[in-house]
């Protein structure tokens, strides 16, 4: 993991937060230098993932001084993605399938009385956090199976 996104990382967990990293057996991922000399091809593929015995139908490099490459993912142990252990997001899709009890959805909320434009999440329904609902993969970065 790049240094930068694991302080960032550590600024939003706390310095308490002590992740167990590792490396996928299962997947690669496209990962592209990303910087103002990106271009739109290797952006676009930046986090795409495949099963390791996989195919891309593109490979990097994809033009003169391309800057990317596919890497076998890097891994964080559930339970140990956030300080919250069990409670976390991590442990909880991985064991139970299923977000926390403390992610309502928006129409969960506004019956509560959130409303987006008063940002009162915390006071309607303290210790909430907000989900969006099913993650669609728009953008077919996961893996079709
Ligand atoms: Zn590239």
Redesign the pocket.
């Known amino acids: 993991m790049e240094i930068f996104a694991y302080l960032l990382l550590q600024i939003i967990n706390g310095e308490d937060w002590k992740p167990k990293f590792s490396e996928s057996k299962k997947y690669k991922n496209w990962i592209?230098t990303l910087d103002f000399k990106t271009?739109y091809d290797?952006r676009k593929s930046h986090g795409k993932i495949w099963k390791i015995d996989e195919k891309p139908d593109k490979e990097?490099?994809?033009h003169t001084n391309?800057?990317?490459s596919i890497l076998i993912m890097k891994t964080i142990k559930a339970g140990t993605a956030t300080i919250n252990n069990k409670y976390g997001a991590d442990w909880t899709l991985k064991y139970q399938s299923k977000l926390p009890d403390y992610y309502i959805d928006y129409q969960k909320a506004k019956i509560s009385g959130f409303k987006n434009f008063l940002g009162n999440l915390g006071k309607v329904a303290p210790d909430c956090t907000l989900t969006k609902g099913e993650y669609k993969n728009r953008n077919g970065h996961l893996p079709n199976k």
């Open positions: 592209s271009c290797c990097p490099p994809l391309c800057r990317c």
